[in-house]
């Protein structure tokens, strides 16, 4: 098993940075793929970004390529998302999950491809 907790939520104004960070324990050595996905009001979650755990290749959602940046600690196993520039659309619950098997470019954006799920941290932008 592997477990994920989130951290770095809160209220933050539009054009601040933003970092949030997952933590994950347990059979972490099993992990392909780490990933980001939101839930913003009143609509359904999303993918945003994912990270490979071994060869750290990155992947992102086109609403935050080029905003959000996704990286790896393995030494701490946590894993970030970063932005510089956050938008009020930004506005959701973050959730990070862990994938066991390899993910691909049909799968990766699915939340049913994901085995372990954090509980999610809220994340206000005010403009």
């Known amino acids: 098993q592997v477990q994920l907790v989130e951290s770095g939520g809160g209220l933050v104004q539009a054009g601040n940075s933003l970092r949030l960070s997952c933590a994950a324990s347990?059979?972490?050595?099993?992990?392909?793929?780490m990933s980001w996905f939101r839930q913003a009001p009143g609509k359904e979650r999303e993918f945003v970004a994912a990270?490979?755990?071994?060869?750290?290749?990155?992947y992102y959602a086109d609403s935050v390529k080029g905003r959000f940046t996704i990286s790896v600690d393995r030494a701490k196993e946590t894993m970030y998302l970063q932005s510089n520039s956050p938008t009020p659309e930004d506005t959701a619950v973050y959730f990070c999950?862990?994938?066991?098997?390899?993910?691909?470019?049909?799968?990766?954006?699915?939340?049913?491809?994901?085995?372990?799920w954090g509980q999610g941290t809220q994340v206000t932008v005010s403009s």
């Open positions: 990270i490979t755990w071994s060869l750290y290749y990155t």
């Open positions: 999950a862990a994938a066991m098997r390899p993910t691909y470019p049909t799968n990766r954006w699915r939340e049913a491809t994901y085995d372990h």
């Open positions: 347990g059979r972490t050595f099993n992990i392909h793929t």
